[in-house]
């Protein structure tokens, strides 16, 4: 049911459309959605769990579903705006 609504994000985070998403556009598109530069770094860093410098959908699926079902902040920064 989660699947294909993160590949539609991992769709849209494809600006190059080269059919794989990588840990700069991955990054891009969490500092589009507000996240500190340094922190969307970090954060597109960490999800490429096998080091590829690929963001695959099961690299995606845990840290998209931990995003939209908590209640934790972008980053400590955008709590207190
Ligand atoms: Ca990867």
């Known amino acids: 049911m989660v699947r294909p609504w993160v ?32 922190a969307a770094h970090a954060r597109a860093s960490g999800i490429d769990t096998d080091n590829d410098g690929v963001i695959s959908l099961d690299e995606a699926l845990p840290s998209v579903l931990r995003f939209y079902t908590t209640d934790e902040p972008l980053t400590p920064s955008a709590a207190a705006r």
């Open 7 to 38: 590949t539609a994000v991992l769709a849209v985070a494809d600006v190059d459309d080269s059919q794989e998403v990588s840990t700069d556009e991955w990054e891009r598109m969490l500092a589009v959605m507000g996240m500190a530069p340094e």
